[in-house]
């Protein structure tokens, strides 16, 4: 199914947006194979267990995607810094962070929608990539939402960093709708390399290792919250991901209130 005027693709975007979604495009599975963190996951999973050297081992075959998803879904939901909990981990919210609850939910409308309506199988993504989930940052680079900054991180036009990201894969080949021609680290001096807790750009470039230091740091130290705040009935134990790099961010800092 391929149209010459991106009619199904705009459809498609249209109806993320149309169900909350900040930012929407379309990739293609084969340009985001030939991305570079499928290339260097392979080679250093995240998760130990993941890693075939490591006495943990239990599973990993590479990264393992069905052939007949052609081309994925990806969109994102603005997390300005006047809402942090969107970003809070709670193991009794559903999805975990308030802000994946949206989104899960979203993927789901999206994924009946697209069956339904277009006739399109598609299957919701899991978060984690270990899980089956895909590189949404390369995902959304290649599908025009923004590009990845010298913070590792998605920047957009629209809200700089302070996006979150789901994707959806669906078995139809269509349109890429990006790159983006956008250059937004040019000339900036890196105040996101300058924020970091643990010097993660200490070499010039992200280490993820010293970025987990403080993460699992943070997942230690769980902070019990009431339930409202986090969108349940009941209080629970929350840790706080970091966001210095992203915060430090200039790009698109006006384009948010209280950000
Ligand atoms: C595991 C994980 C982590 C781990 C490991 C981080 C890491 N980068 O490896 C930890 C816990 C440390 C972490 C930290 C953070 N994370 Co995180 N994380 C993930 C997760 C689940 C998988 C990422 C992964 O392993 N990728 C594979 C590795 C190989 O890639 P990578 O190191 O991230 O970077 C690659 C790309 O940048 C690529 N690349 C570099 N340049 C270019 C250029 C082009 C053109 C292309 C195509 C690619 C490309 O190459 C790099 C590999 O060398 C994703 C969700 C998902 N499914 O994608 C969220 C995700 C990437 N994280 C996110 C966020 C927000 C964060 C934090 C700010 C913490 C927080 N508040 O949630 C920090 C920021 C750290 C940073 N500056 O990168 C967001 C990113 C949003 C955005 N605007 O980009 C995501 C998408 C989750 C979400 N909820 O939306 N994270």
Known sequence: MKSDDNKIEKTIVDKAKALGASLAGIASIKDLKASKSYDVYSNAPFYEEYDCE???????????????????????????????????????????????????????????????????????LPYQIEFGGAFLKDSAHLAGLGVIGKNNLLVTPEFGTRVRLRGIFMEVELEPTGPLNFDPCNGCDRPCHRSCPREA??????????????????????????????????????SKPCRYCELACPVAQDALPEN
């Open 54 to 124: 490591s006495p943990n081992y239990f599973k990993f075959k590479g990264v393992e995607w069905r052939e007949a998803h052609k081309s994925i879904l990806v969109w994102a939901l603005v997390h300005p810094a006047s809402e942090p909990a969107l970003d809070w981990w709670s193991m009794k919210v559903p999805g975990f962070t308030p802000g994946n609850r949206v989104m899960r939910r979203q993927s789901k409308q999206l994924r009946i929608w697209l069956g339904e309506e277009l006739g399109i199988k598609a299957l919701s």
């Open 201 to 238: 750009f200490r070499s010039g470039v992200f280490e993820r290792a010293l970025c987990k230091k403080e993460n699992d740091q943070r997942d230690a130290d769980v902070e019990l919250i009431d339930g409202p705040i986090m969108g349940i009935e009941e209080a629970s134990k929350v």
